[in-house]
């Protein structure tokens, strides 16, 4: 019997969502990965993710699963995002609400979210902090030889501070000519608030992937695996 490998993605909203309030409808690229390389996978992304908690939940699984055949697809997020462990509710949190919490616990959270973004954020650091960590994580999956591709989304993922030797070593996929997806998403009208039907005052504006979106990234990745440029 043939050992298949399993597909773990890891993201943030852009992985995890299946649905729109835009009443938007499209397939969700994990889906149209697993569909077409006859994989199963698993889900661990979850909208509002910080790469801080990304990369736990890569480190915390891996660790929870020695043994198992995988293919770990990694979607980082936003830079300006915050993730922490809290012990005011005892887990790994993420931080990107910046309004309208929903209980008090939230409105600390939320608090000390916006004093972070206005006092401690650096655009610099906080390139330099993701670099490091995500050499740091595909170095020790690489010595753990777990088959990964990585891809980002933030607009400063071709920033200065990264070299060419940076996204290959960490094996991310390139958008033509950038490393953002969403950027190359924005230039491409590839997002949900891209299609007139669904950007109207009285809808929400959703800025995540449509369906073509979605397609584009699924093939790409999936021209990743099945070229074996896993690492």
């Not at 299609?195 to 504006?205: H, K, S």
């Amino acid at each position: 019997m043939i050992d298949t490998p399993t597909l773990q993605f890891f993201g943030c909203s852009f992985t995890s969502l299946e649905t729109s309030d835009t009443g938007c409808l499209f397939n969700n690229f994990k889906n149209v990965v697993s569909e077409k390389l006859q994989y199963s996978f698993v889900n661990h992304s979850k909208s509002g993710h910080a790469n801080e908690k990304i990369i736990d939940d890569v480190y915390n699984f891996y660790n929870n699963n020695l043994t198992a055949n995988n293919i770990y697809v990694i979607q980082f997020s936003f830079n300006d995002r915050f993730g922490m462990y809290s012990d005011l509710v005892d887990k790994f949190i993420s931080m990107c609400k910046r309004e309208h919490p929903d209980d008090y616990t939230e409105s600390i959270l939320i608090n000390f979210y916006n004093d972070w973004l206005k006092y401690f954020y650096s655009r610099k650091g906080r390139i330099q902090e993701f670099r490091k960590q995500v050499d740091f994580l595909c170095a020790w999956l690489r010595s753990n030889n777990v088959k990964f591709v990585c891809f980002g989304m933030d607009q400063d993922m071709d920033a200065e501070y990264y070299t060419g030797s940076f996204y290959e070593r960490n094996n991310f996929i390139k958008f033509e000519n950038t490393y953002s997806l969403y950027g190359y998403a924005c230039m491409n009208k590839l997002r949900i608030a891209d299609i007139p039907e669904y950007n109207r005052m009285n809808i929400p504006f959703d800025y995540h992937l449509n369906n073509d979106g979605h397609t584009y990234i699924a093939n790409k990745i999936v021209e990743k695996i099945e070229n074996k440029q896993f690492y």
